[in-house]
T-cell receptor, first 114, second 114 residues
Framework: AQSVTQLGSHVSVSEGALVLLRCNYS??????LFWYVQYPNQGLQLLLK??????LVKGINGFEAEFKKSETSFHLTKPSAHMSDAAEYFC????????????FGAGTRLFVKA | EAQVTQNPRYLITVTGKKLTVTCSQN?????MSWYRQDPGLGLRQIYY???????DKGDVPEGYKVSRKEKRNFPLILESPSPNQTSLYFC?????????????FGQGTRLTVV
């Protein structure tokens, strides 16, 4: 069975500092991994996705994530935080075993201090 | 514009009064899904559909019904709402699962059952 664990329900960084949001997954088959962002009063939108083509994935708004199979991790990073990055971030895992069984993590709320 | 449209955005109802939340997508996606979002629990899948007339239970299906009579529409039905169904609901669609599993989300429906 698949699962996703996001370490830290809240992360606070200063503007200009490194953003690191942690995600670990469990999957018995090769996974497809996603990061979504949710701004207040909005639905989720895709930041980036890992589909086995490359382990380092670049997404929108300067975010990137690295797939590490040995660590079963897919952490999200951004070198320099902006105030506009304040939002909730969700890691998700899917696979090709059929159905629409995308599993989401509990989410990490990012706060950016001026 | 490619989008998933949910209605209504906000709904307050009383216990036991049947309600329907509509969801429509204009991307000709095969896969559609309903999630509920609760603080600290992330998104939990209620039901999903892999195509017209094909639906299956997600992780928290109790108290909900769905139907998929047309490809574009996937309504969520609460036959007898209870206060524990107070939540934020999202409809999502995707072309497929796995590598094509990028989900497009609606804006959400905030439901309060009193």
């Amino acid at each position: 069975a698949q699962s996703v664990t996001q370490l830290g329900s809240h992360v606070s960084v200063s503007e200009g500092a490194l953003v690191l949001l942690r995600c670990n997954y469990s999957s018995s088959v090769p996974p497809y991994l996603f990061w979504y962002v949710q701004y207040p009063n909005q639905g989720l939108q895709l930041l980036l996705k890992y589909t086995s083509a490359a382990t380092l994935v670049k997404g929108i708004n300067g975010f990137e994530a690295e797939f590490k199979k040995s660590e079963t991790s897919f952490h999200l990073t951004k070198p320099s935080a902006h105030m506009s990055d304040a939002a909730e971030y969700f890691c998700a895992v899917s696979d090709d075993t059929g159905g629409f069984k995308t599993i989401f993590g509990a989410g990490t709320r990012l706060f950016v201090k001026a | 514009e490619a989008q998933v449209t949910q209605n209504p955005r906000y709904l307050i109802t009383v216990t036991g009064k049947k309600l329907t939340v509509t969801c429509s997508q204009n991307m000709n996606h095969e896969y559609m899904s309903w999630y509920r979002q609760d603080p600290g629990l992330g998104l939990r899948q209620i039901y999903y559909s892999m195509n017209v007339e094909v639906t299956d239970k997600g992780d928290v299906p109790e108290g909900y019904k769905v139907s998929r009579k047309e490809k574009r529409n996937f309504p969520l039905i609460l036959e007898s709402p209870s206060p524990n169904q107070t939540s934020l609901y999202f409809c999502a669609s995707s072309l497929r699962t796995g590598v094509f599993g990028e989900a497009f989300f609606g804006q959400g429906t905030r439901l309060t059952v009193v």
